[in-house]
Nanobody
Framework: QVQLVESGGGLVQAGGSLRLSCAAS????????MGWFRQAPGKEREFVAR????????VYADSVKGRFTISRDNAKYTVYLQMNSLKPADTATYYC???????????????WGQGTQVTVSS
């Protein structure tokens, strides 16, 4: 079955960096657009970034633009999220997402990972 396994979360001070990874299995990775979402306590899950099957058409949420970078390695079946200049407002559980089409929102995602916690202290 399809599995998306995130790693790389943790506790970091404001201004620091983390790199999240999402390893996919059970699907033809290069056929899927990939993305990252996040959910803070008491809030709805929100879009962070997406990348198409060939590594193009990259889109970021305004709140992370210029600080986060999404990338993928189709040979390793892995998508990454490099997060720099982290802020306390970035604290959330980060979820990897896969979609056969274009990732447009929470409701259209085909597969989700289990999430990895990112906590940014002030």
């Amino acid at each position: 079955q399809v599995q998306l396994v995130e790693s790389g979360g943790g506790l970091v001070q404001a201004g620091g960096s983390l790199r999240l990874s999402c390893a996919a299995s059970g699907l033809t990775f290069r056929s899927y657009s990939m993305g990252w979402f996040r959910q803070a306590p008491g809030k709805e899950r929100e879009f962070v970034a997406r990348i198409n099957w060939i590594g193009g058409n990259i889109v970021y949420a305004d709140s992370v633009k210029g600080r986060f970078t999404i990338s993928r390695d189709n040979a390793k079946y892995t998508v990454y999220l490099q997060m720099n200049s982290l802020k306390p407002a970035d604290t959330a559980t980060y979820y990897c997402a896969a979609d056969r089409g274009s990732i447009r929102g929470v409701e259209t995602v085909d597969y989700w990972g289990q999430g990895t916690q990112v906590t940014v202290s002030s």
